[in-house]
């Protein structure tokens, strides 16, 4: 029997990528410095993964000689989801989800649309100092997979929009604003991740590869 599996954690795994590769500098009033940006950029990660994976990874039979009528099924989910961040504030993602399958045609396709929101969401940044991150107004995440006669295809994912922040330190404070404009491939035939784009200023370009386990 064969079966198809669709994963929309891959989406989370675009930030989580962002955070590696790059140097850090000290920070000045005007801008975050590479390690903060970092920070941020693992940190969102981890709390998008957090909300995409609670959907699990469902899986449906491709196997034509199960018993039954076939199953073309379009399922759409709508949801609010809500995180604590760690030194304070929340972070709300909402979207809607969209899973389309086909078990006689062993095809499916995933869509994946989301609003991200901070909420005077705080965190330690690497010297100490809290920055406290707001929506301005909130990022877009998005994602699609497809997958044709059982075969996977290349998936996409992007996060795009702006926040602003404050980092306070004693009796100090500097704020601004972060653009992030990230997008994302997963290539299942060359098991290859590509990451390009901004994030805080950082530019991000990156390759990575992976092995079956």
Known sequence: MQRITRVPTFLAAALVLA??????????AGALSAAEAQTLAAGF????ASVLGGFGTPTFS???AEAGPSLAV?????????RTCPEGGSVTVQGTR???????ARSASFQFTATRTENACAWTGPGGATITVNGNPNTQLTASHTVTNGVPGIGTATKKGSFTWTRTNGTNSQSGTCTVDLTQTWDPATHT??????????????????TES
């Open 19 to 28: 955070a590696c590769g790059e140097s850090a500098t000290g920070p000045d």
């Open 45 to 48: 990660g981890a709390q998008d």
């Open 62 to 64: 491709a196997s034509s």
């Open 74 to 82: 379009t399922v759409t989910d709508q949801f609010t989801r809500t």
């Open 98 to 104: 969209t899973h389309t399958y086909d078990r006689d």
């Open 193 to 210: 991740y590509t990451l390009k784009g901004t994030f805080c200023n950082q530019t991000i370009d990156l390759t990575r590869t992976w």
